[in-house]
């Protein structure tokens, strides 16, 4: 409930807001390269439509164990690697030691605290139910517009 809106606040805050995600529908055989860059667009004309939006989008596509062979592939993208956030680090010049992963998988969470960022884990999704657990997040947040009201009272 109410993301858009969370993610305006974080725009008009000038605050980056940049997606990391597995494509591992991908490399299940579940759907085309080109079919999550339709879903990422989607989500983007979603946004637009309530006036928000999102700096930049990265996914991984790959998976050691991929049944397609294409995408069968050990990549420091795939989360938790940290392969994304640093390519964006570089990109848009910020401290991930600054920076917070919001996410509901365990993977978002590792992810972050392998930077150094602040996570927030969120109850919807997977709930942080879906790995194991190595360290506590920094927050736990009910959705995504609780975990940018935490952002928001952090870094006012």
Known sequence: PRSASAIRRLNKAGIP???????AAVCRNLCSLS???ELDEKMKELLAKESAYVDAILFCPHHPEAFN??????????????????FLAGIFRFDLKKSYVVGDSYRDIIMGQTMGAKTIALRTGHAVADGPMTRSPDHWAENLWEAVNIILREVE
Not at 69 to 78: G, K, T
């Open 69 to 86: 062979p294409s995408f069968a592939y050990n990549c420091s993208w795939r989360k938790p690697g940290t392969g994304m956030l640093e």
């Open 17 to 23: 807001v940049l997606v990391v995600h597995n494509a």
């Open 35 to 37: 079919r999550v860059i």
